[in-house]
């Protein structure tokens, strides 16, 4: 497939810029990485994302709908993932609460997925402009009932656009809906942003050729055999737990394999699965460990500490979910303390917590006034940590 | 080519879930006696269930069928309408699915003439979660949470999609399934949204608690009550009251349909760009 034929990435290059903003570089990782099918709902600050694709898949022959709510948008988008198309959708805190529900059908049907949720701070309305990391756990447990959940985190403008790849790949790859998270000033902020230099990227211990496209890549072996509708065999598709062919059972085994296999198929893949990159490896005393906006401080913090001579390094993390265990445990084996600056009250220091403590004191360092965490905020928050260990 | 309903079936699925006396399969074999006649071809027949008695009949009908989520069946089947407008789309829901959490998705899929045929089995009552009040029940029905008599007026749904934008609207009874039958296949050889309420008798949740008790008295009923619509225009409003009014109710052929309208934009706009 040819990349970057989008109109307006096109129109950016011939005004000899590539400021791109987030949002639209998640639609345009979209329709380069193959989605078709969009229906969403407006909601700040995710709308730009499906204005984008509202004028571009009509371009490439797609289909762009906006729905009359978010269920209704979501739910359109399984539609038509279950007769094969590629579809996505993008939201914000109160209608990505409105598709839990379906996005447990999706996990359950096995219907291939992406869901952008560009966080604002909340709950409820909240402030809808303002950055955030609320959803982190929602995106996790959302949905009701125990179900797989992949889950990757934008930093940049760049991540907007092979995340969205990514996220695309691993959907169709593993049968399952995935989340894409941003927040609003991942979302909103403009970067110089060139093709060329997004098309390799080493997100992980396998190397990503985005410049490949999308490829419809092989499924894993654990999902079930998929059921697309209109084709040989007309299948039955439901929300019930189900067998092989389908069809509903009540059968305790049957019940008790449909459900580990949904889960093993996420979890036995987390090599594939993990994104991430660690800078300043094995030399820090202290990691700290950052995804979305928060890891973009953390990476400036980095410099900060380097140039006071802090033993510091920084994991960031692409893919929150399934939880990177055996990369949190390596760094937790090595450093004395690991920060995790966030925006929110400490929700991925939970998880992070319960995977080191058995090594490493895990600090949090949340945040939830609807500011960004400074890099200097986060260097005084080492240079506390360092002289308390000093000083031990 | 089918050359029975049975092979519209997946008959190895069965004994169904439905109580004796129920009229949900009677729908459901209106509905598949029309498909015969149209020689539905069970690949690009999609039929669309939400949640609720008569939404199982998905799980028993050898289309491509999806059991969907309670109140959504009309969203999942735009998505599929959309993604492929060749395909024939059905969605069979019920009066709580459709009427109730659904209601929304279903007057917007009548603004937008979206050609998607939809049965509603109205049964007045929330049938699988056992005898709940449903908005279609009106006032002084008895139900689990109505333990005092129902407060609330019904809606009628048929006035309701023909002012939403459907183009075919049609009632009919379980008491007249070769009517019913007549009316689906209308609905779906109409281009756009069609819209057939389907009223069916719950002996079990609804005959429990209201006159009249009984398949056969709730059917007798049915039919003292129904009246054709051509009579029924000859007719004082004061003589309808309470009375079942049957038939094709609105037919509208000239509204652009959706998914053609899209088709048609995209060519517009591709030759432009
Ligand atoms: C979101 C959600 N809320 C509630 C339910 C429980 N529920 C299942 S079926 C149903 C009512 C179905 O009533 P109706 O559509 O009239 O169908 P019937 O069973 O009478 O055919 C309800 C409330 C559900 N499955 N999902």
Redesign the interface.
């Known amino acids: 497939m040819e990349l970057w034929h989008s109109?307006i990435l096109r129109e950016t290059i011939d005004q000899d810029s590539l400021l791109v903003q987030g949002n639209r570089a998640c639609a345009l990782g979209a329709l380069d990485s193959g989605v078709r099918?969009f229906?969403g709902y407006p909601i700040t600050p995710s709308s730009e994302i499906m204005e984008t694709m509202a004028r571009e898949l009509?371009?490439v022959?797609g289909?762009f709908?906006q729905?009359?709510?978010e269920?209704?948008?979501i739910?359109?988008?399984?539609?038509?993932?279950?007769?094969g198309?590629v579809?996505m959708t993008a939201t914000s805190g109160p209608g990505f609460s409105l598709m839990q529900?379906?996005i447990g059908?999706a996990a359950v049907a096995e219907a291939p997925l992406v869901v952008v949720d560009v966080m604002r701070m909340g709950p409820s309305t909240g402030r809808p402009t303002t950055p955030s990391q609320g959803d982190v756990m929602q995106a996790r447990w959302g949905t009701h009932g125990d179900h797989p959940a992949i889950v990757l985190a934008a930093s940049n403008v760049a991540d907007m656009y092979r995340l969205t790849m990514a996220a695309v790949r691993f959907a169709q790859r593993f049968r399952t809906p995935v989340t894409l998270l941003a927040d609003e000033v991942v979302g909103h902020m403009r970067e110089s942003f060139a093709p060329e230099l997004v098309g390799r990227y080493r997100l992980t211990s396998g190397d990503f050729d985005f410049t490949e496209g999308y490829l419809r890549p092989d499924m894993v072996r654990e999902v079930h055999p998929p059921h697309t509708?209109?084709?040989?065999g007309?299948?039955?598709?439901?929300?019930?737990i189900h067998d092989d062919t389908g069809?509903?059972t009540n059968d305790p085994k049957k019940s008790e394999q449909f459900l580990l296999q949904l889960h093993d198929k996420v979890v036995h893949h987390r090599d594939e699965l993990c994104l991430y990159d660690v800078k300043n490896e094995g030399k820090g005393r202290v990691c700290i460990v950052a995804y979305g906006s928060c890891a973009r401080s953390a990476r400036a913090a980095l410099k900060l500490a380097k140039e006071e001579g802090l033993p510091v390094e920084v994991l960031h993390l692409y893919t929150l979910f399934p939880l990177p265990v055996e990369i949190i445990q390596a760094v937790a084996r090595r450093c004395e303390f690991i920060l995790i600056p966030e925006l929110n009250l400490g929700q991925y220091a939970r998880e992070v917590r319960k995977m080191a403590e058995n090594w490493t004191t895990v600090i949090s360092m949340g945040k939830i006034d609807g500011t960004l965490i400074t890099p200097r905020e986060i260097l005084d928050r080492l240079e506390e940590l360092i002289g308390k260990y000093e000083s031990i | 080519m089918p050359a029975t309903i049975d092979e519209y079936l997946h008959t190895e699925h069965f004994p169904h879930i439905w109580c004796p006396g129920c009229g949900l399969g009677t729908v459901t074999g209106s509905f598949l006696r029309a498909a015969l006649e149209l020689g539905l071809k069970k690949e690009e027949t999609v039929v669309v269930g939400g949640i609720g008695c008569s939404s199982r009949a998905v799980g028993y009908l050898d289309f491509s069928t999806v059991h969907s989520i309670h109140g959504r069946a009309l969203a999942f089947a735009t998505g599929i309408k959309m993604a492929h407008p060749q395909f024939t789309v059905i969605v069979l829901t019920g009066d709580g699915d459709g009427a109730a959490i659904g209601g929304n998705h279903l007057i917007h899929a009548c603004r937008r003439n979206i050609d998607i045929t939809c049965i509603l089995f109205n049964n007045r009552i929330y049938g699988m979660t056992g005898g709940q009040l449903s908005p279609q029940m009106g006032e002084g029905g008895m139900a689990t949470t109505a333990p005092y008599g129902h407060e609330e007026p019904a809606f009628d749904l048929c006035r309701l999609t023909e002012a939403a934008g459907a183009t075919y609207v049609a009632r009919g009874t379980a008491y007249g399934p070769r009517e019913l039958q007549r009316l689906i296949k209308g609905g779906i050889t109409h281009k756009g949204f069609s819209f057939i309420e389907a009223v069916t008798q719950c002996p079990t949740e609804f005959g429990k608690r209201n006159a009249p008790k009984g398949a056969i008295a709730m059917l007798e009923d049915m039919k003292a009550r129904a009246i054709n619509a051509k009579k029924a225009a000859a007719l004082p409003p004061e003589e309808l009251v309470d009375r079942i009014i049957t038939g094709v109710l609105h037919e509208e052929t000239g509204r652009p349909e959706f998914a053609q309208n899209y088709t048609d934009m995209l060519t517009r706009v591709r030759n432009t760009e």
């Open positions: 109109h099918f229906a009509p371009l022959g289909v709908l729905m009359e709510d269920i209704a948008s739910c359109a988008c399984i539609g038509a993932s279950l007769t198309e579809a529900e379906a059908y509708l209109g084709r040989k007309h299948p039955h598709v439901t929300g019930l069809f509903p």
